[in-house]
């Protein structure tokens, strides 16, 4: 019996370390092996593989295109037609994928601390390109010319910025790859809103005006030419009977 119970001993065993040294890096994902917080091994093809069990860990980063949703800001826009700035809220959405995921880990360790990085520097790519454009061309087909501008913008702070615990001669750059920047939004401040509006409400109210005003000329027009027809038709029936 005791003999048994040591078969099953090793079996448990071996099995908590086979589980502890293989590991599988799925299709989507890729992986780096640390030993003691120093990155050993970078994985970036799926498939079955080992580490040292106990020593070393493993971490998995997307190779799939991942989103993030900038904090809305406000922008200033220059409407170069009237020569006035104008101020807008604009949402905004990054589309990117993780290159190099050694370098990503060296910079940011998480996605939670890229988003912190990349928001500014997304908001920093916004103001120094939206200053250039008007409000009416984010409206129009220059949409996409501004996108395109603000991606290559991300993009080239994104890939310039410093990793920590290196010289300037070392990596640079979160290692990931901007791939789209959308706007989703783009509002006027709750001030300016409600001044618009209060101008339209005044402008509506005046054009109303004016509309009734001309209806009321217009009637009192036809009830004069109604009248003027009535006498004339009462005068030649009267003539008509004499």
């Known amino acids: 019996m005791n003999s048994i119970y040591k078969v099953i001993g090793v ?83 990054v589309r990117y994928r993780i290159t190099d995921s050694r370098q990503f880990y060296q910079a940011v360790r998480t996605e939670a601390n890229l988003n912190s990085r990349l928001n500014s520097i997304v908001v920093s790519s916004m103001r120094g390109v939206l200053a250039n454009y008007s409000l009416s061309d984010l409206l129009s087909d220059k949409r996409v010319t501004i996108m395109e501008q603000i991606k290559r913008s991300v993009n080239a702070q994104a890939q310039s910025e410093p990793v920590k615990g290196t010289d300037t001669r070392g990596r640079r750059g979160f290692g990931i790859e901007v791939v789209d920047v959308r706007i989703m939004r783009a509002d006027l401040p709750s001030d300016i809103s409600q001044s618009t509006y209060e101008r339209m409400r005044k402008d509506f109210t005046k054009e109303a005006q004016r509309f009734r005003a001309e209806g009321d000329e217009a009637a009192q027009a036809i009830r004069a030419a109604a009248d003027r027809e009535k006498t004339e038709l009462l005068a030649n029936a009267r003539n008509d009977s004499g």
């Open 11 to 93: 079996f448990v065993v071996a099995l908590i370390l086979l589980n502890s040294t293989l590991f599988v890096v799925p299709q989507t994902k890729q992986a780096l092996v640390l030993q003691f917080g120093e990155i050993k091994t970078t994985i970036t093809e799926p498939g079955l593989n080992a580490k040292i069990p106990f020593i070393q860990n493993v971490i998995f980063f997307d190779k799939r295109i991942l989103d993030f949703n900038a904090q809305p800001a406000e922008f200033i826009t220059r409407n170069q037609a009237r020569d006035i700035e104008e101020r807008v809220v604009i949402d905004a959405f």
